[in-house]
C-alpha cells in the first residue's frame, strides 16, 4: 500500500503563490537587452493564485496577482517553489472584470 496523499489547504487570509518563471534577459520597450544578472531594485512580479485561506476576501485560485518577493516564505512541493504570504502583501489583482481597475490589461 502507498503513502497516503495529503492536501494543501492554506489557513485564515494566507495565500499561496506560484511565480511566473522570468526569461533569462528581458527587452526594454526601446529594444535594448537586458542581462538577467542585472538586478532591479524594489521590482514587483506577477504570480498565479495556487490556494487561498477562507479569510482571503479579494483573491481566488486561478487569479494573476502582482507582490514584491522579497520578504516572503518560500515552500517546495514536488519540485516546485511557492510562496506563501498575507493577502493584505498582495499589490494588485489582474481581472477579467472590476469595478475599480485602472484600465490597464495584461
Known amino acids: 500500500m502507498g503513502d497516503p496523499k495529503f492536501e494543501i489547504q492554506m489557513l485564515h487570509d494566507r495565500v ?3 511565480i511566473e518563471q522570468q526569461a533569462e534577459e528581458r ?30 476576501r479579494t483573491v481566488k485560485v486561478g487569479d494573476k496577482v502582482l507582490f514584491n518577493p522579497e520578504d516572503q516564505y518560500e515552500v517546495e512541493v514536488h519540485g516546485q517553489i511557492y510562496l506563501v504570504m498575507r ?20
Do not use: F
Open 16 to 18: 499561496m503563490v506560484k
Open 87 to 106: 493577502e493584505r502583501d498582495l499589490h494588485a489583482i489582474a481581472t477579467q472584470q472590476t469595478d475599480n481597475g485602472t484600465g490597464l490589461y495584461l
Open 27 to 56: 527587452r526594454s520597450t526601446a529594444g535594448i537587452v537586458i542581462p538577467a544578472t542585472v538586478k532591479m531594485a524594489n521590482r514587483l512580479v506577477w504570480g498565479e493564485v495556487c490556494g487561498a485561506g477562507q479569510n482571503a
